[in-house]
């Protein structure tokens, strides 16, 4: 049976459909040398992948390299599930790109990978299938590092981990320790989210607005156990406030969601101590100075505290007031307002509200003198009787990290029945985990449990059998990857100070909340150790959309269909039919999914169109950050945009090997012209890509400015073909252009153009004749092209003045002022309206942009007014000429 045939059976194991996919593809390449061919077919591609797969430039970053601008690319790392699907070749190939053009463009590029390989998924799979889980998770990485291979994503495999590598898991228990030793750790009883499918505590945030598991999607429970807390609250303030960091670029709503979770930090929490016991209560009052009043502390009758699960009275326990010292003692009550997402209440004398709350429970209401009670005063005083004080929002809640299965990183503490709780010595890290048990709870496995006292050497000890949230381990690793075989220390200090922050992040939305809040959380921390430069870890967010598929459902049973049991009536409606009962169906575009039979096999794409064009089809047509429907209609634009390429090398080729010795360009009029045309075109799509990659990254905006350039080339004539120097610049400037997204093809084409004739005075500043591809320089605009100015009032574009690069470049926010107050447009529209402020940007070598806020118009300007336009709608353009002779645009 052939490798083809055995391909095609559905039957055929995942790790050997991927071999056999290489195979056939080896046998596709040697099958053929049809490299000649004007007309460019899928087995041309895929010979092209394999004859460049191995030489597609240096990905490596160079510690040493001082010399050139460090960018540090990191796309989130994914958890080995064994199979890629169409969400991760869309992240990874969003990053590459990325990670490309940085390194055109003459940087130092740290562009890592490695894997979030603990949890649940892996612990449950192993499970099932009875082997150990460390076996199957490496077993699923191997499959997908070969999957990530076969797309030829740039990645420096030299810093790769796996979080559940004991060398790296043992500097998450370093820093758990630190965090432990500077009282940001602490373990008490809690009423806690209990998974009954997966048996494992969730924190507040893992369970969605119906009450179910974030994972499992089982209804979750309620339970008492005593759990580990990381104190996050303590950094509340640092965490909001580093949300208005101007280091923070295209944050965008993530700063939104970032700052309603934490809520406005505008009170302090007092964490008051238990009488008799090392518990404590977190207290969160609107001002500092109403501790010193406090009459007494209120909680639900659902807190811990209630012990007796009385609804309302009086507990006999008291909480400890550092300031007034004095003891408060604790009542239960629901019938009181508690502050936002807190079940404690702080009652104080100078409400009266709460005096006579205070007299109905028997509480003392005579706080005798008070002293000095300024806030300032408050506050030093806790902070010499060493009392947790710190600035937060009322709702927000500490970190919860214990988790109840063996699949994670334990937590290196140990219980001593003389010592008690006992962190681990960093000599004695890290705390393995039993890798030769399968499914057994690390709480039911004895030999593993039982230890000496690193304290006293008490053979009557025990291991802490929580292991750590998942999300503690993804916290810091992309500080890992800056000194991945560091075997002293979790990274180097200088290498951070070198190499951070990330200066673009790329990742689902899905994290936006969860992981980007606790990263910034450890980031937080560490900067506050002196380890890291800057408290905020990632300075650009590129948060990709979603890859679509299209699911069908009978409308009546909810059933999902495969797409092959479907007949569609209108497209354009999504109405569709059941082939077999006529019964009608739902069309809808859902996130891909097994369960909902709309997933894509990127390795069957793969297969069929080869990899660069995956890639190209992966970012054309919709932005980065929204949502792609995939659909095979969506394909023709860039199959026949790189059949177009590849025709235009192969006539270039035919025509330049045409020229006879000794001839030249015709010396007329339409031929300067034509290369005018080209100059004119080369800078406009060379500014305009360069604009798409480098600031706004909407990639398929920048495909789009490629293929206009390919137009542009393709218009030429046989004479500006053969002779025009303008024409080998463009031709130069839409391959290297291309290279971060299409790697293969673009290598392939450099080649043949490197192979030709007369190379028509071009610098060899501007193209390295002697070298590769991914050895070139990104192209420039020149510097006497004209770039646009514009200016916008209130938002509005109002109109545009071209300037040469060179000035542009150099512009500064006054003399952007100065040229827009020339402009009638500008003062026409501004009229009599007083300028409040003005902002100006500028993109080198793109554009820039000036705004003026202006007040809003009054009824008493009404001849101002009356010359405003229409903004609702879209209005056509005018070209005129300023005074200077500048092309000004004018919104009409």
């Known amino acids: 049976m052939s490798l083809l045939k055995i391909y095609s059976l559905k039957t055929v194991p995942r790790n050997l459909r991927i071999e056999l996919d290489k195979r056939c593809i080896l046998r596709f390449c040697s099958a053929t040398n049809s490299m000649t061919n004007r007309e460019l077919t899928s087995e041309m591609k895929l010979e092209m992948e394999q004859k460049w797969r191995s030489n597609l430039g240096d990905h490596r970053f160079d510690p040493h390299c001082t010399s050139r601008p460090k960018r540090y690319v990191l796309s989130m790392f994914p958890y080995p599930s064994g199979n890629l699907h169409m969400g991760h070749v869309r992240v990874y190939t969003i990053s590459d790109a990325m990670a490309r053009f940085y390194r055109l463009t003459g940087a130092n590029v740290l562009h890592p990978m490695g ?50 590598d004991p060398e790296y898991y043992r500097w998450t228990q370093k820093l758990f320790l ?85 809520g406005e930090c505008d009170g302090y929490v007092f964490d008051l101590k238990v009488a008799g016991s090392h518990d404590f209560v977190p207290v969160w009052v609107k001002d500092p100075r109403q501790i010193k009043e406090a009459l007494f502390v209120a909680v639900r009758s659902s807190n811990l505290l209630n012990e ?76 010499d009787l060493e009392t947790d004080v710190y600035p937060s929002s009322s709702k927000l809640r500490d970190w919860l990290i214990s988790r109840q299965r063996f699949w994670g990183t334990p937590i290196p503490i140990v219980h001593c029945s003389t010592c008690g709780t006992v962190p681990v010595p960093d000599i004695m890290l890290p705390v393995q985990l ?20 690193p304290k006293c050497g008490s053979e009557d000890a025990r291991r802490e059998t929580d292991t750590m949230d998942t999300f503690v381990d993804s916290s810091w690793y992309f500080l890992r990857f800056l000194d991945s075989t560091n075997k002293k220390h979790p990274f180097d200090p200088d290498r951070a100070r070198q190499l951070m922050p990330v200066d673009l992040y790329v990742g689902g939305k899905e994290h936006a909340v969860l992981h980007m809040y606790y990263a910034r959380f450890m980031n937080h921390y560490l900067h506050s150790k002196g380890l890291v430069p800057s408290p905020e870890p990632f300075k650009r967010l590129l948060i990709q959309g979603m890859v679509m598929g299209r699911s069908f459902r009978l409308k009546g049973s909810g059933r999902y269909l495969p797409a092959s049991e479907v007949d569609i009536v209108d497209d354009k409606k999504n109405k569709a039919i059941e082939k077999t009962s006529g019964e009608p169906v739902v069309a809808m575009w859902e996130k891909m999914s097994k369960s909902k039979l709309n997933g ?19 970012l054309a047509d919709v932005a980065p950050t929204s949502h792609r429907n995939w659909s095979e209609a969506t394909f023709p634009g860039i199959l026949n945009w790189q059949k177009r390429i590849w025709m235009t090398m192969h006539d270039f080729r035919l025509l330049r090997l045409k020229i006879a010795e000794g001839q030249t360009a015709p010396e007329t009029e339409e031929f300067r012209q034509h290369d005018q045309k080209l100059w004119d075109a080369r800078n406009y799509f ?156 500028l993109y080198p070598s793109c554009d820039a942009i000036l705004n003026i806020l202006v007040e809003q118009s009054s009824n008493q300007d009404a001849e101002s007014s009356s010359d405003e336009p229409e903004v609702k709608g879209k209005k056509a353009k005018k070209v005129k000429k300023s005074k200077k002779g500048q092309k000004v645009e004018v919104n009409q």
């Open 600 to 618: 894509v096999d990127p390795l069957d794409v793969l297969k069929q169109h080869g990899c660069d064009t995956l890639r190209l089809i992966m």
């Open 115 to 164: 894997w979030d390989a603990f949890g649940l998924p892996a612990e449950n799979a192993a499970m099932q299938r009875h082997i150990p889980a460390d076996l199957w998770t490496k077993q699923n990485i191997a499959q997908m590092r070969q999957q990530f291979d076969m797309l030829q994503f740039s990645f420096d495999w030299q810093r790769e981990f796996a979080t559940c």
């Open 434 to 453: 039993p890798l030769d048990c399968v499914g057994t709870p690390l709480s039911q496995n004895e030999g593993w449990i039982k230890t000496n006292c």
């Open 686 to 841: 060379v500014a305009g890509a360069t604009f798409n990659y480098r600031h706004s990254h909407q990639l398929s905006v920048g495909i789009s400015k490629m293929q206009g350039l390919t137009n542009a080339i393709r218009r030429a004539g046989p004479d500006v073909v053969a002779f025009s120097r303008q024409y080998e610049r463009a031709i130069a400037a839409q391959i290297i252009m291309l290279a971060p997204m299409a790697p293969h093809f673009a290598s392939e084409l450099w080649e043949r153009f490197l192979a030709l004739p007369h190379r028509l005075n071009v610098s060899s500043e501007e193209i390295q004749w002697e070298k590769g591809l991914f050895e070139q320089n990104w192209p420039v605009v020149e510097e006497d092209y004209e770039l646009d100015l514009t200016f916008k009032v209130n938002a509005y574009e109002c109109c545009l003045v071209k300037v040469p690069t060179k000035e542009l470049n150099q512009l500064t926010h006054q003399q952007s002022l100065d040229i827009a107050f020339e402009q009638p447009a500008v003062l026409k529209y501004i009229g009599r309206r007083k300028v409040r402020s003005t902002n100006f940007v």
């Open 178 to 262: 630190m965090l432990y030793d500077d009282g940001l750790v602490y373990r008490k009883k809690a009423l806690v989210n209990w998974d009954p499918v997966d048996e494992t505590v969730l924190a507040d945030e893992q369970v969605d607005a119906n009450g179910c598991s974030w994972r499992s999607g089982a209804k979750v429970e309620k339970k008492v156990l005593s759990q580990w807390f990381i104190k996050t609250t303590k950094f509340a303030k640092s965490l909001y406030d580093g949300l208005s960091d101007p280091i923070l670029e295209d944050w965008k709503d993530i700063i939104k969601l970032q700052k309603h979770w934490i």
């Open 308 to 383: 007796s699960h009385v609804k309302s009275g009086r507990l006999s326990i008291e909480v400890e007031n550092p300031i007034s010292r004095r003891r408060i003692p604790v009542i239960v009550t629901d019938d009181i307002e508690f502050p936002e997402g807190s079940d404690y209440y702080l009652g104080v004398a100078s409400a009266e509200a709460d005096r006579q709350l205070a007299i109905s429970y028997q509480c003392e209401t005579e706080i005798g003198a008070q002293g000095d009670s300024s806030e300032e005063n408050i506050l030093q005083q806790a902070a």
